[in-house]
Each structure stands twice: as structure tokens, then as C-alpha cells.
């Protein structure tokens, strides 16, 4: 059965982008998921995908920073979907080095270094501008989704989280440039949007877990905001199909929290 829409999903292989993934897929999308390394784990998504929601799913590996793997992604939409494509979701990232410091170094710096902060820049910026240049070129008028995914802290809509500079510089110009897409690409009727989670229970979480404890976490980082509680990939995912849907055709330029009311503050 081959689904007559198509989303590229990077970072689609777990965490928050699988559940974007199984929305979309349930949504009747076929699907192009782009992961860092884990083969294994990929194959196992576009298995379970494809026998859950009867959709085509293709995995493509590669560091989504850098060039040669957003080539690649488009490569296997050109070849398996006719280069056409409804909606793209920059999903990906990791943290340079492992977690932020939790502290400034020695001279009260919170800045990690040139090395840092070009493979941020790589991871959002840039690599969101790679896309949705090529993305464009695929999608129809009218029929056409864009969605970026950013954090807490990098808008006006909340605090700057200081040990999350050197990632939250790059996603604040990635909310940027959703606005300027949107603005841009409005007269086509395609539209651009930027959603920020927050609390969402997936392995990203672990590290800190593990440094901090899991009962710490809960009470000092979930149980102290808005709901107060986890979400679910799949919670997460289910607004980004929205935006990625006829439901939403008139949202456009939107940098929409995700976070059971985090942004409100304590």
C-alpha cells in the first residue's frame, strides 16, 4: 500500500521523532527517517512502522549536520517517491561533548569553544536551511508542511537557560529562520512552524537521570511546572500531524510550546 503523501523525518528513529513518526505514518504518511549511527535500532522503526501502519518507511543514516547526509535523505525521496515530498521535520540533535556544563569554567564562561558551537550551528541553522532549500523544490502548492523543532529558553517565551547557550543560540536562529520560511513561502500556501517540548519521557532524559537521580528529576525539573508531569512522544507528535495537515493550512510562522504549560514559569 503506498501512501499519496510523504514526510522526511530527521532524527525519526526514536525519542520525540519516532513519535512524530508513528503520528504521521497513522496520519497516512510514507515516510523517509534519517538517525546518526544505531543501524540496528533504524531497521527495527521501519519494521514496526511499516507492519503497524501498512506505510513505507525508508532510513537513512549520516549526521544530520552535515552535508553530504541531507543529500542523502533527498536522494532517497528522489528515488523512491518521484521527488515529492508534503512535509519536512527537523527533528534532529544532540548535545557537542556530551550534556552543557552544569557550571561556568574557571574564567565564569559558559562558552564551549569554536568546536561547539560551529557543530550547533551545523545541527540547526544550517542544516534547516539545507533542507527546507531542497524541500521547497518538492512540494506543491498548497500542499506543502514544515516544522522545526526547538527547546525552552530560546525565545522570549522563557527564560535563557545559561548552561544551554551554545545550543539554544543555534535554535534561536532556527525559530528565526521558521519565521522568515513562513513569511517567505506564504504566497505558495506552504506553511512553517516551530514547536518547543519540554518534559518529554525518552531516553534523552537518561544522562541527566543518572547524574541527578530519577526521583530529583521528577521533583525538581517535572513535578515543579505547569502540569507536572512527563509527556509522551506521541503527545508530541500528535501536534506536529497536526501542523503537517489540512486541519492546519492557515497556521503558519507559529513557534508553539509543547510543554503542559512549562513556559508559564513555576
Known amino acids: 500500500m503506498s501512501h499519496s503523501k510523504t514526510a522526511l523525518v530527521t532524527g525519526g528513529t526514536r525519542g520525540i521523532g519516532y513519535g512524530i513518526a508513528e503520528e504521521l505514518a497513522s496520519a497516512g504518511y510514507d515516510l523517509v527517517l534519517g538517525y546518526r549511527r544505531n543501524q540496528e535500532r533504524a531497521q527495527d522503526t521501519k519494521g514496526n512502522l511499516e507492519k503497524t501502519y501498512k506505510t513505507r518507511a525508508f532510513v537513512v543514516g549520516g549526521g544530520a549536520e552535515e552535508e553530504a547526509t541531507v543529500d542523502a535523505y533527498f536522494s532517497c525521496i528522489d528515488e523512491n517517491f518521484g ?21 561556568p569554567d574557571a574564567n565564569g564562561s559558559w562558552f564551549q569553544g569554536w568546536e561547539a558551537y560551529e557543530y550547533y550551528q551545523g545541527m540547526y541553522p544550517k542544516c534547516f536551511i539545507r533542507l527546507v532549500e531542497k524541500a521547497v523544490t518538492r512540494m506543491e502548492d498548497e ?16 527564560g535563557p537557560h545559561l548552561n544551554h547557550v551554545m545550543p539554544g543560540i543555534s535554535k534561536s536562529s532556527m525559530e528565526y529562520l ?25 531516553e534523552a532524559w537518561d544522562p541527566m537521570i543518572e547524574k541527578l537521580g530519577a526521583s530529583r528529576v521528577e521533583d ?14 506521541r503527545e508530541v507528535g500528535g501536534v506536529v ?14 513557534c508553539l510550546p509543547v510543554d503542559g504549560g512549562f513556559h508559564l514559569g513555576k
Open 178 to 202: 521558521v519565521r522568515h520560511y513562513a513569511k517567505q513561502l506564504a504566497p505558495r500556501r506552504i506553511t512553517c512552524n516551530v514547536i518547543i517540548p519540554e518534559f518529554t519521557k525518552t
Open 143 to 158: 500542499r506543502g508542511y514544515i516544522v522545526g523543532v526547538s527547546s525552552p529558553g530560546c525565545n522570549n517565551s522563557g
Open 241 to 254: 500531524a497536526f501542523l503537517c495537515s489540512e486541519k492546519a493550512a492557515f497556521v503558519t510562522g507559529v
Open 83 to 103: 521527488g515529492k515530498l508534503t512535509a519536512l521535520v527537523h527533528n534532529a540533535g544532540s548535545f557537542w561533548g556530551g550534556l552543557p556544563p552544569s557550571r
Open 220 to 233: 525538581f525539573f517535572v513535578k515543579s511546572y505547569g502540569m507536572k508531569r512527563w509527556s509522551s512522544p
